[in-house]
């Protein structure tokens, strides 16, 4: 360090710029030479739906390259700060880093600002790395989408975001989806919906037996899906106490339920 | 052309110059507890202690322009370093030492403004024989103090605080936050009477003297104490003690 100077914004992507992190700067994406585009495949199921309190997001653990189950034990739900979840869908790789720039750049934010950087600020971020990365994504490596659960405690809710390719943000409203095996049940989404009511009204245990079922449905439809009966899916909950990971005891007695049609 | 003699009459005076406005600084205590790393202080308006990284704090004295590029500073290296390592490398060892060479330079350049800030350091760890405190000069020299650490307006001052600590520490037991708390502010006291009493030893005041001169000063300013909390499964260790978790010791 030379002189002290230093970055006053709090953006930590300007500070990672200034130093030239390969992850600001960015490397540059050669257009594909070969007939054969390179295409990297990703396939997973992660799920967010909401309950009385907040919102509770479930996601399986498997981790596919192609055809290939590369490791069952993937974390694909994971915590950006005491009030924010992200759930990956697409190159775990890209997902893994752009998580751990996450977590600077809140933490960067509030310890230079001395103020906790806004929900909207944070969302806004989320939708500045998914841009950040559309070059690379259209080469055909390291595309990926986040679905992100908060809980707002101004509005005294939990809250769904999802993202399109291009880092537009959407709100939803009951549930979000991604990953290869969501497209395949958002029907199933809407028929929850529509026998059994809103998600928002189910406590945390209720939603978490429907949170499996349909984890269960995807991995049944799709291969790059696994479902709950080999390893235990991932299961955390954001609420006004912060973020609370389901431990596999409760994930267990839900999967015996469902198994008993209770 | 300067002369050697110059140049230790420029450093000198800018020495003094310093020390002459760090004198009436609010010292700062930081404490091994059982229960993490406490940092205490006597505030007016301004926030004194601050958070670095997920194990870090930092507090100074001086002039805010210069402490606030100090804790800058100290959060852009840890951050840029954890992200690019991962958070378990960025020690406050590693902080202290990437700014020392800047506030050096600064305060040997005669063409350049001197950073006018006594700057504590602490990281916590699992048990208090792993956490590390540093204590960093205005001339870009540093200490490292194992247990606890002080900065105070003059070292005289700093003397009588660690004087003040050992006393109520006796043996080497850790003490809990409760404990750590009054002893904390006993500590301050102790700074806070020897300020302006540079060069002469000034004779330690006893403790009715010291709950006095607290008293004094809490007319005017207020308590202020954070926690690296040990035991916490959160990311980020500190956290600023709330008004009823300080009042209790001030009987």
Known sequence: ?262 | MLSPYDWNEAIRQRAEYIEERLAEGSPVVALSCREGILLATVRGTQRKLFEIYDRLAFAALGQQADIEALRLNAIDFAHAEGFARSPDDVTIGRVVAALSPAVKKAFGDPLAAPLVARSLFAEVGATPETDHFYALGYDGEFRAFRRLAVIAGSPTAEEQMRACLAEALGSGEIPSLREGRRHALRAWAAGWAARRSRGQKAEPAGEQDLDAVLGEALREGEVEMALLDRSTHRQCRFRVLREEETESERE
């Open chain 1, 1 to 262: 360090m030379a002189a002290l100077e230093h970055c006053p914004s709090g953006d930590f992507l300007d500070l990672l710029r200034r130093r030239e992190h390969p992850f600001a700067v960015g490397a540059p994406v050669r257009p594909v030479e070969t007939g054969q585009p390179l295409i990297e495949a990703h396939g997973t199921t992660v799920l967010a739906v909401k309950y009385a309190g907040g919102v509770l997001n479930v996601g399986d653990r498997r981790a596919t390259s192609a055809n290939a189950v590369m490791y069952d034990r993937a974390e694909k739900i994971l915590e950006v700060d005491d009030t924010t979840l992200l759930a990956i869908s697409g190159s775990y790789a890209r997902a893994l880093e752009v998580v751990r720039y996450l977590r600077h750049a809140f933490h960067y934010y509030r310890r230079t600002q001395l103020q906790e950087m806004s929900l909207e600020g944070k969302l806004s971020e989320v939708s500045r790395v998914v841009a950040q990365n559309v070059a690379s994504a259209m080469s055909g490596l390291g595309a990926f989408l986040p679905v992100i659960s908060v809980y707002d405690a101004t509005r005294g809710e939990g809250r769904i975001f999802f993202y399109d390719g291009l880092g537009a943000r959407f709100e939803s409203e009951e549930w979000g989806a991604a990953g290869s095996g969501a497209e395949r049940i958002r029907g199933a989404f809407d028929y929850i919906l529509k026998t059994k009511g809103r998600f928002r009204d189910m406590s945390l245990d209720e939603a978490l037996s429907e949170a499996l079922v349909l984890l269960d449905i995807a991995a049944e439809m799709d291969a790059m899906t696994g479902g709950y009966d080999k390893v235990l899916p991932s299961a955390k909950a954001v609420s006004a106490a912060g973020i609370e990971h389901l431990p596999e005891e409760r994930l267990r007695e839900a999967v015996s339920r469902i198994r008993r049609g209770a």
